[in-house]
């Protein structure tokens, strides 16, 4: 059992930037992989940004140079730094962990925390 909670999350204005924290627990010691979705209303949710156990990184085309993922083994924790940001990137964002890469980005067996807003006004 992997438990994921995520903080972070609020209202800011375009251009602003906000840092959303994921603290994962439990049987950590099998997750290789952790990242973001988002979800906006209307729309489908998207993968976001990924990071694995050894660091590697990927990031969806709409975030590239704009967010920043970062992990503290540690903690136990997992970033995302965001910056610029637009009104389009108002939605609920959920940390999301797996065994392994592929199966974070397929969606297979993930653990999921339960979501923080973010609202980007114009």
């Known amino acids: 059992q992997v438990h994921l909670v995520e903080s972070g999350g609020g209202l800011v204005q375009a251009g602003g930037s906000l840092r959303l924290s994921c603290a994962a627990s439990g049987s950590i010691f099998s997750i290789n992989a952790m990242g973001w979705y988002r979800q906006a209303p209307g729309k489908q949710r998207e993968l976001v940004a990924t990071i694995t156990k050894g660091g590697s990184t990927n990031y969806a085309d709409s975030v590239k140079g704009r967010f920043t993922i970062s992990r503290d083994n540690a903690k136990n924790t997992v970033y995302l730094q965001m910056n610029s940001l637009k009104p389009e990137d108002t939605a609920v964002y959920y940390c999301?962990?797996?065994?392994?890469?592929?199966?974070?980005?397929?969606?297979?067996?993930?653990?999921w925390g339960q979501g923080t807003q973010v609202t980007v006004s114009s």
């Open positions: 999301a962990a797996a065994t392994y890469y592929p199966d974070l980005v397929a969606d297979r067996g993930n653990y």
